[in-house]
């Protein structure tokens, strides 16, 4: 049975795939995309695409902090675009490879959310994002600045998050000063904590979360190659006020949390910068 959206919201679309239900919903010129669930995985808002509208994404785009003029970027997960579009208003001559594993939602960015398919700028993909990137990575590595993997299903994270091996051929892809930003959930049936200590594994420590919420919301991951951007810190806080400048985003405070949540690990280096709290 397909679920239907908030009943304030006008419907727009309704499909569905071997994946599961597609909704695209509006209401005060915000345009959502909903995976047959009620949880939001994007939204527009339709007479400037590239406003970041949701708080999770705002925080994803918090990889910035550590990576301020991305080059080439990777996203996995295209959902309603909104990475793309502000990724392209905010850094027009960058180049953004897309892997989406569902054609229906890359016709649906295309007819909904003005994802510019055919730009110069952009690659998208069709297909499985784990043998994508095991290819990509068995002929190359260090391409990316940037890699934002927002992979998700109607029921939450998709599995691809859980494969130990597509993080590793994704930290491959990763330049030495790059950064890997990771959407996760910290639902009781995400088993979030064992994830997050997975993580912490495979990236030898050189990780920093920025958690939305105690409970049931999004948690993002930030990767490294090493111990750089963890140590110039200081640095990252000095990008994060020229970004909301920039972007009219709040980095300053997404900064802030990503040091309160970090404490252990900040405070083990804190020898190389200073912090007020």
Same mark, same amino acid.
């Given at each position: ?20 239900d597609i909704l695209v919903t509006e209401q005060n010129l915000i345009r959502t995309l909903y995976f047959g669930n009620e ?69 649906? =960015? ?47 994270? =998709? ?42 594994s495979l990236f030898d420590g050189n990780l920093l979360e920025l958690s939305m919420g105690k ?63």
């Amino acid at each position: 049975m397909l679920v239907m959206p908030p009943i304030s919201e006008k419907l727009l679309h309704k499909s569905r795939d071997r994946f599961g239900d597609i909704l695209v919903t509006e209401q005060n010129l915000i345009r959502t995309l909903y995976f047959g669930n009620e949880k939001k995985q994007t939204s527009m808002f339709v007479p400037e695409p590239s406003v970041m509208v949701l708080r999770y994404a705002q925080a994803m785009v918090s990889a910035l902090m550590f990576e301020a003029k991305p080059k080439k970027i990777l996203i996995i997960g295209l959902g309603g675009g909104s990475l793309i579009h502000f990724l392209l208003k905010s850094y027009p001559d960058c180049e953004i490879d897309i892997v989406e594993l569902r054609r229906s939602v890359i016709n649906i =960015a295309k007819e909904y959310f003005f994802v510019p398919v055919n730009s110069p700028n952009i690659t998208i993909a069709h297909g499985d994002a784990k043998p994508h990137v095991q290819q990509l990575a068995e002929h190359n590595a260090e391409i990316y600045d940037l890699i934002l993997v927002d992979a998700f299903d109607e029921w939450g994270p =998709a599995e691809i998050n859980n494969d130990a091996q597509f993080v590793l051929n994704c930290q491959q892809l990763l330049k030495k000063k790059g950064v890997l930003s990771f959407n996760l959930w910290n639902r009781e049936m995400d088993k979030y904590p064992a994830v997050y200590r997975k993580f912490l594994s495979l990236f030898d420590g050189n990780l920093l979360e920025l958690s939305m919420g105690k409970r049931d919301s999004n948690v993002l991951l930030f990767g490294f190659n090493s111990d750089y951007h963890i140590k110039h810190i200081r640095a990252a806080e000095m990008r994060a006020i020229k970004l909301k400048m920039n972007c009219g985003i709040d980095f300053p405070r997404y900064m802030t949390l990503i040091q309160h949540q970090n404490f252990t690990l900040v405070k083990k280096i804190k020898k190389h910068f200073s912090l007020s709290f």
